[in-house]
């Protein structure tokens, strides 16, 4: 079992900063894939960026100017800095870990998401 617990989100004015933090805990290998989604009122789920454990990383394009992932592989801890926050980055931002792999033919490993943080850009 992988516990992920995400910290960070609060209400910010427009053009504010805010930096989101993402541990997991648990059953958690050395190779891994966490990931930033968000989700506003009525619309779906969108990814936003993902790092691996080795530092890769990949972001959505529409996000990539204002959004920064890293990570802290010590601690199991990815990060999202968002600069120049806008109204609508208003969402409930999502952490997600996922080190699924096979091993001897079956696959082991977890794919757990946070509970989510709200982020709110409001004058």
């Known amino acids: 079992q992988v516990q992920v617990v995400e910290s960070g989100g609060g209400l910010v004015q427009p053009g504010g900063s805010l930096k989101l933090s993402c541990t997991a805990s648990g059953s958690v290998s050395s190779f891994w894939t966490m990931g930033w989604y968000r989700q506003a009122p009525g619309k779906q789920r969108e990814l936003i960026a993902t790092v691996t454990s080795g530092g890769g990383t990949n972001y959505t394009d529409s996000v990539k100017d204002r959004f920064t992932i890293n990570r802290d592989s010590a601690k199991n801890t990815v990060y999202l800095q968002i600069n120049d926050l806008k109204p609508e980055d208003t969402a409930v931002y999502y952490c997600?870990?996922?080190?699924?792999?096979?091993?001897?033919?079956?696959?082991?490993?977890?794919?757990?998401w946070g509970q989510g943080t709200q982020v709110t850009v409001s004058p």
């Open positions: 997600n870990f996922n080190d699924k792999r096979k091993r001897f033919g079956k696959t082991v490993g977890s794919d757990s």
